[in-house]
């Protein structure tokens, strides 16, 4: 069967899409300590390599990797953690290609194609499940850091948003509690992982912590950054970003450890929101009855 341009054309981006692929693998394993993970992950590399001859033997030409998408999901990576990254790249590099590409022709063309996705959709997916990586182990200490941050601390700033009606007395007190819960936080969650004779209490402790305060950090910024007599627009701004941090942590899980991301996200959400609205009417409750005029 000849090949014609628009075949000729598909060959060679998906030849790209595996080469890319397998070089991003490579870079990822460079870095990665565990002798396991990095022997899987070039084991995967080997198999896109595989697929890249395949496609060459039909386009007969040689391609060029998307140096960009090497570099992007590279240093992705080292930020989020390579599960995550690898997840996220298997489910969107090539496979809208094999999908908008799988048509009769391409599949009278190349007969192997079958055996080419066959191995894409499960036998890759199976050895990315056999990756191990450390910050996934700890995303229970993660959650309970993060979860508790975002109840109690919008809770408290709502409250004090109406309650003082100042940024800087807002920022004050939102520092001073956010601080002091972090650091009970993280020696709860410390103590709490000891008693149960977890031997890496300490890792526990640090992720439940670090994303305990980073939560802190990101929604006291706006009461920080904008003028004092701004509460009411820090309190939306706060607000929002909850929902954004909601939204980046549960798609991050969903897509790290398959699970339900419209669940999770409406969960959290509901939860954080109702209890920042129970505070706002606390403070507003409070100013009013005791007759503070902060």
Known sequence: MAINDRMLKVLKALQKSELTEKLIYINIAKYIKDDKNRETLLRIAEE????????KKYSKVDVEPSKLQIFFYTCLAKIFGYTFVIKKMENSLNRSLYNDSADDELKELVPEIETIQKAELVHEQKMIEL????????????VL???????????????????????????LAGLITGISATLSMTSS?????RSEGDKNAKKSAFYTGIAYLLTVVILILPYLLLPDNMYSLSLMIMLVLVIMIIAAFNYYI????????KKRFAEMSLISLSVAAVSFVIGLLVKKFLGIDV
Do not use: C, P
């Not at 896109?48 to 496609?55: N, V």
């Not at 969650?189 to 992982?193: D, G, I, R």
């Not at 969903?254 to 991301?261: E, G, H, P």
């Open 48 to 55: 896109e390599q595989k697929h890249y001859d395949i496609w």
């Open 145 to 171: 850091g993060l979860n508790d941050a975002l109840v109690e601390f919008t809770g408290s700033l709502a409250g004090y948003s109406f309650a003082m009606q100042s940024n800087k007395l807002i920022s």
């Open 131 to 142: 990756l191990d990586e450390e910050r996934l182990q700890y995303v229970g200490s993660m």
């Open 189 to 193: 969650e410390f103590l709490s992982a």
């Open 254 to 261: 969903s897509v790290a450890k398959n699970l339900s991301f």
